[in-house]
DNA sequence: ACTCATTTATGAGTAGCGTCATATATTCCG
DNA sequence: CGGAATATATGACGCTACTCATAAATGAGT
């Protein structure tokens, strides 16, 4: 069944017949208490044990159902990750999206949006993994959706920045916010695999990442002022103009 | 067992016996003829049966060994593909190299080679997915300098066309240009990754990668001309699957 | 040729994900 | 209320990746 029905209105009270999905009563209720169950049980679970040392038969007792009534939620074990992460993630994106100086230049507000993230997932690597694994294909009509929304939104922030930057004349007033948004985004999630991979270390990642996005973020400026790099002493005598 | 394998010289202080670097022997041939024989066996299986639908039962069969003689020669499952890829996907990129005109526009040479890529994974979506989300972690450090080889390569060409376009006047002389390259190659995994992990069609895929890859070219160009974007083209940068 | 340390092979065994026939609960309707 | 219809719950079981104790093979030293 999906869980992702709408319909949530316990207004309670007024029996009124059929065809009011309303007050769908105790049977919509039960399932909400259920879905719950089971989200806080795999949660600890994966925290405390990891992802993969978790069984689903660990989490259908420890949510106090049976081994096979786990199945009737998650479609998988994957799809577990996902409903403990969603929310979690949405939650996530708008409190670092908080914490950010609406008026710092574009770069450094998508590098510190970035570091929330990768700060998160810092603290627990493995599932970060896991996630990101699972995140790679989406067999599920039903969860596609909720996945599709983290990147969503992390866009939907990023289009915030650069389309502030454009208006205060930081970037080309020709620049598509949403196609750059989509470019640094690209950039970051790539990037990330390569670190949760395990491909580069976590220093290398972060400074790969940035010489990445600030290398878009140039590419985007209003002037072709290239610094050659911002070596030692670096003298920014000629404002060369092309 | 590590294809890699250290000489099984047990650091004594005598090089007693003369070694045979050349004839290691029959073991070590035998080792090479079991590989083959395995990469050999699982290709077919994989292509005729699909991935998930081989079980290593069938592939040690196939390769006639024992069952648990298989994991000697690949960790799991998932590293029987690496083994089977790593050689085909190395061929594919010099191949496709190969037939891109040199003196091409650079977001030209760039989309021809990433469509060669696009092109071989629609022959069989299915294992390129497979392919993608067992390349998400390298746990095996054996295994980590194979699958690195292959972006490392597909990278290396782009180096190639940046540089050219460089050397040309196209883009900006401060442009370094395995900056671009690693950019560019960012931008086509992650959307390489949305096609293949059933968010998005595969048209909408190369609608967007075009864009993106535009975008970023655009932003190494010599001269800013404004893009005019001479038309109402139709405003589909948003295109989703379904 | 014989010994023996080391490497390689094997398949029965184990564990865990997901399925399915069956059982139980809830709602519908006369 | 009764009883059919439908939705939900369950745990035993199937299937398969992977392990491990044991066996065989190899080759260097003697």
């Not at 007024?14 to 719950?36: C, I, L, M, S, W």
């Not at 939620?73 to 996530?92: G, H, N, P, R, T």
């Not at 007033?173 to 790539?190: G, K, S």
Request: hydrophobic share 35%; charged share 30%; with cysteine.
């Amino acid at each position: 069944m999906d869980t992702s029905s709408k319909m949530s209105k316990p207004a309670s009270a007024k029996p009124t017949k059929k065809e009011h999905p309303q007050t769908e009563g105790r049977r919509e209720r039960n399932k909400r208490e259920k879905v719950a169950r089971i989200t806080a049980a795999a949660r600890t679970l994966f925290y405390i044990k990891g992802y993969t040392e978790t069984t689903t038969q660990e989490v259908a007792e420890a949510a106090d159902i049976g081994a096979g009534t786990l199945f009737l939620y998650a479609k998988s074990k994957e799809d577990l990750l996902i409903l403990v992460f969603k929310d979690e993630m949405s939650q996530l994106i708008e409190e670092v999206y908080g914490t950010i100086r609406k008026k710092a230049p574009l770069l450094q507000q998508t590098e510190s949006l970035f570091d929330g993230f990768v700060e998160y997932h810092r603290r627990d690597v493995v599932i970060a993994r896991a996630l990101i694994r699972e995140l790679s294909f989406s067999g599920n009509s039903g969860r596609r959706k909720d996945v599709l929304k983290i990147p969503e939104a992390i866009v939907e922030k990023l289009v915030h920045f650069v389309s502030a930057a454009r208006a205060r004349g930081d970037i080309r007033a020709d620049i598509d916010p949403v196609e750059a948004a989509r470019c640094l985004f690209a950039i970051y999630y790539q990037q990330l695999q390569t670190w949760l991979g395990n491909y580069v270390s976590h220093s290398a990642f972060k400074q790969n990442m940035h010489v990445l996005l600030k290398f878009v973020v140039d590419g985007m400026s209003v002037d072709d002022e290239r610094k050659p790099e911002p070596s030692q002493n670096q003298r920014m005598s000629q404002t060369r103009k092309k």
